[in-house]
């Protein structure tokens, strides 16, 4: 009877190690294929995107490269079943001035492209893009006071919409130089134009290499409060943002 009970204790162990580890299989199978979860730690793209939001991206949107890997091992080059982003996509990349760092930006300048800032507005290959002045997106100062923000309706060449917010009048990159966008790369900028590193500034992150895109924001599965933590489950009822919860990316 002990040996029986023994035998019957090791084999529950076995199964629920099996079981674990199958379930860390498919999980990996899944983030490295299918869908990967980020969340937002910066306000680079509000509102778009706020500050403790957390969303799923897809991996297979545009094909796979190294960057689809976690850790990003050196296997091979380039990208595999590859399809190019469409101009307005909230895209995960690869920083190609920073290994280690994953940023989120919307695609602006497709390869060939000239990117432009004329006094905060989007010019594309010589033209200003279409923007609407729309109700202020109310923001927070460092002390925590609520402040209103200007924000625009942007229309891309496209047909793309999406808002943007407006900061500082005449801020340092609301006027920039002439950047074309080199074969196989992309020009990535932050909706929140004043308050973005991105393409704009080539010594942080420039233009970003199609290799370097591990793929497409589609949804935000959880939102909570800044500064709040999504751990502590007891102050969900007042610090989850519902309205956002299954929100999609645009």
């Known amino acids: 009877m002990n040996v029986s009970t023994e035998t019957t204790k090791k ?24 869908f990967q979860p980020f969340n937002i730690p910066s306000g680079s793209m509000k509102e778009t995107l706020l500050i403790g939001d957390y969303l799923f991206v897809s ?15 050196k296997l091979f080059s380039g990208r595999i079943f590859a399809s ?11 920083n190609p001035k920073q290994d280690d760092a994953d940023f989120i930006k919307r695609v602006i300048g497709l390869p060939g492209d000239r990117i432009q800032m004329v006094d905060g507005v989007l010019h594309i290959n010589g033209e ?17 006071r609520r402040v ?17 917010l407006d900061m500082v009048e005449n801020g340092f990159y609301d006027n920039t130089k002439v950047y074309v966008v080199p074969a196989g790369h992309y020009f990535m900028m932050g909706d929140n134009r ?13 233009p970003v290499p199609f290799e370097n895109l591990i793929g497409r924001a589609e949804v935000i599965f959880f939102s909570i409060e800044e500064g709040k933590s999504a751990w502590a489950i ?12 299954f929100k999609l990316v645009r």
């Open 11 to 34: 084999g529950g162990i076995g199964e629920a190690l099996r079981v674990l580890v199958q379930a860390l299989l498919i999980a990996l199978v899944i983030r490295t294929v299918l």
């Open 59 to 73: 991996k297979f949107s545009y094909g796979y490269s190294r960057f689809s890997i976690p850790f990003s091992p």
């Open 194 to 206: 004043d308050n973005s590193t991105d393409s704009r500034v080539e010594s942080a992150v420039g």
């Open 234 to 245: 007891w102050e969900w009822p007042w610090s989850v943002r519902w309205s956002r919860v």
């Open 148 to 164: 209103p923000v200007a924000r625009y309706r942007e229309t891309l060449p496209n047909g793309v919409t999406h808002t943007t």
């Open 84 to 94: 190019e982003p469409q101009r307005g996509d909230v895209a995960v990349f690869r």
């Open 128 to 144: 200003p893009v279409k923007r609407e002045r729309i109700d202020d997106f109310l923001g927070e100062d460092a002390e925590g």
